[in-house]
């Protein structure tokens, strides 16, 4: 059966943790609360759609990968899909929609299905790819990963192992689904994979646990009511002179400009804070990080965020000003988003 995408996922996790705790054994805390985590993302008393999304990933067919490439824009898994393999493949991966970070193609470009989601997730990573410290052989870890699409990147871009963490159930069996066509293409010599999903937020991690070489945080800061401790979480899990990749919502302004909206920002009733980026900056050497650089900022276009025929819902076109698309619908600036990259001292 197909379910054994999701068991062996969970297996590679915990196999890939135990070997780690070898040598840190603060990993064992990670291994003792594993089996509630992954339990907890499948139980239908915390999340009624749990089943079905089980189902739609178990019931996906069996195919005869070519080749998967984790380094295109598209991440792509090369394959043949007959007529019949098309619309089931199809219609089970639109069980799993809303899909709104990728984009992902299935099968060849004559046959193959592409996932278009709400967002151009490519557009971000060519915006970040360039200024990151170079990624093989790093353990990275992705917090509010989505659907995977950027972990799966980190991975073609060569790291040892990447481990994404989000809370969402739909976004956990939307990676599953890519994995189940991925297979063991992203793993190591030695067969272990390198790419992995743990269901959490970032606050149910053990505290200073020094892990990672890498941490990302993309479009999560802004979620957070409390962003001090947020940085405070992502500097935890990094070694020291381990690298911070911050992406968040910014606005204009000096190191002390912050907006705090009222009530909804672009629609969005969970934003909290955004600063400028000279506040940010600060903020980051607040809590301890070091050679602080913003490396892009970009206004987001309704070309890489907008609706389509995977993502049906209300997107960026109606979350600004029908009369001045520099304007949010409550009249605050448009989205603007700064990456910045910092240094654990």
């Known amino acids: 059966m197909t379910q054994d995408t999701i068991t062996r996922a969970e297996r590679e996790l915990y ?27 499948k139980d239908k008393a915390n999340y009624a759609h749990a089943p079905a999304y089980q189902a739609s990933v178990a019931r996906l067919p069996k195919l005869a990968v070519n080749r998967v490439d984790l380094s295109s ?14 619309k089931q493949t199809t219609a089970l991966l639109k069980q799993l929609m809303p899909w709104r970070k990728g984009p992902f193609q299935i099968g060849d470009d004559e046959t193959g299905i ?22 093989d052989g790093r353990r990275v870890l992705d917090v509010g990963g ?10 073609g871009a060569g790291a040892d192992t990447v481990i994404i963490i989000d ?16 297979g063991a293409a992203d793993a190591h010599e030695t067969g272990r994979y390198r790419t992995h999903y743990i269901p959490v937020p970032l606050e149910a991690l053990p505290e200073h646990s020094q892990l990672f070489d890498t941490v990302f945080s993309m ?22 002179g381990g690298e911070l990749v911050l992406e968040t919502l910014v606005v204009e302004g000096d190191a002390n400009t912050v907006l705090v909206p009222h009530d909804r920002y672009a629609q969005m009733n969970n934003v909290y804070f955004l600063p400028s980026v000279a506040a940010l900056t600060g903020w980051l050497k607040k809590v301890g990080f070091s050679d602080v650089r913003c490396v892009d900022v970009a206004v987001t276009s309704t070309e890489e965020q907008r609706q389509t025929d995977w993502m049906t819902y209300h997107s960026l076109t109606d979350f600004l000003d029908p009369n001045d698309p520099t304007k949010t619908v409550e009249g605050y600036p448009a989205p603007m988003r700064a990456t910045l990259v910092a240094k654990r001292a």
């Open 146 to 155: 989505g659907s995977g699409y950027h972990g799966w990147r980190m991975a």
């Open 167 to 182: 809370p969402s159930c739909l976004f956990y069996h939307q990676f599953m689904a890519i994995r189940h066509f991925v």
């Open 219 to 240: 479009g999560v800061l802004y979620h957070r009511a409390s962003p001090f401790e947020h940085l405070q979480q992502l500097r935890g899990q990094l070694v020291k």
């Open 73 to 86: 824009d598209t991440l792509t898994v090369d394959t043949s899909l007959n007529q019949s393999q098309h």
């Open 15 to 41: 196999l890939t943790l135990l070997a780690w705790s070898e040598q840190r054994p603060s990993v064992n805390e990670w291994l003792a609360r594993l089996p509630h985590w992954l339990a907890h993302i």
């Open 114 to 135: 592409t996932i278009d989601t709400e967002w151009r997730s490519d557009w971000k990573w060519q915006r970040v790819a360039p200024h990151l410290s170079r990624l």
